[in-house]
Structure formats: structure tokens, C-alpha cells
């Protein structure tokens, strides 16, 4: 089973960054794409932003210029760079995996983001 695990969530200022992780393990074969999604209280959850096997990535249109994704293939680990960071991203931000054709999530980690 494939397990991802996110870390680098917590407690930030409007304004400030965040760096957050994904590390997937017991992959049978590198994930096709790998992407995060985000949980606001009350909501539903979003797509955030992918990347794929090539390298290329993909970002939400609304997130784009304070967002970037990051991969290291060498070890699965999935990298969220966010700045400016306002109250509105704040929630639980899950990493998700295909591998194999099939889709696996992690736990998430909270983000929130005070005035």
C-alpha cells in the first residue's frame, strides 16, 4: 500500500510561507503524477496544483505566482512552496498520488494562516 505523508503545515501570519512535504513510500512504481489538494472548514476540497512524471507541473489558475510545486524523484518527495499566504488558504492540504493507476491520499497537515 502506498503511503504518503505530508509534513511542514502550522500556524502562519498573512503574509509569510510555508514549505510543505509529501513523502511517498512503498511505491511499486514511481507515481505518474503527484499533486496537492486543500480542505477549507466548511468546504470542499480543491485541487491545488500537480506534477507530473516529466517534470512539468500545473497549478491552480488563482493560485498561480505564489505557488510551486517541486519533485524529487530520486526519493518521491512532493514539495508545496506557497508565499503571500493569506487567510483564505487556510485549511487542510492533502498530497495524493497515482501510482499504477490507482489514487492514493495522504493524512494532510493544517495550514492556517492568521491576520
Known amino acids: 500500500q502506498v503511503k504518503l505523508v505530508e509534513s511542514g503545515g502550522g500556524l502562519v501570519q498573512a503574509g509569510g510561507s510555508l514549505r510543505l512535504s509529501c513523502a511517498a513510500s512503498?511505491?511499486?512504481?514511481?507515481?505518474?503524477?503527484m499533486d496537492w489538494f486543500r480542505q477549507a472548514p466548511g468546504s470542499q476540497r480543491e485541487w491545488v496544483g500537480a506534477?507530473?512524471?516529466?517534470?512539468?507541473?500545473k497549478d491552480r489558475d488563482s493560485l498561480q505566482g505564489r505557488i510551486t510545486i517541486s519533485r524529487d524523484n530520486g526519493d518521491n518527495t512532493l514539495t508545496l512552496q506557497m508565499n503571500s499566504l493569506r487567510r483564505e488558504d487556510t485549511g487542510v492540504y492533502y498530497c495524493s498520488a497515482v501510482v499504477s493507476g490507482v489514487r492514493f491520499w495522504g493524512q494532510g497537515t493544517q495550514v492556517t494562516v492568521s491576520s
Open positions: 506534477m507530473l512524471q516529466g517534470g512539468k507541473t
Open positions: 512503498r511505491t511499486p512504481a514511481s507515481p505518474a503524477v
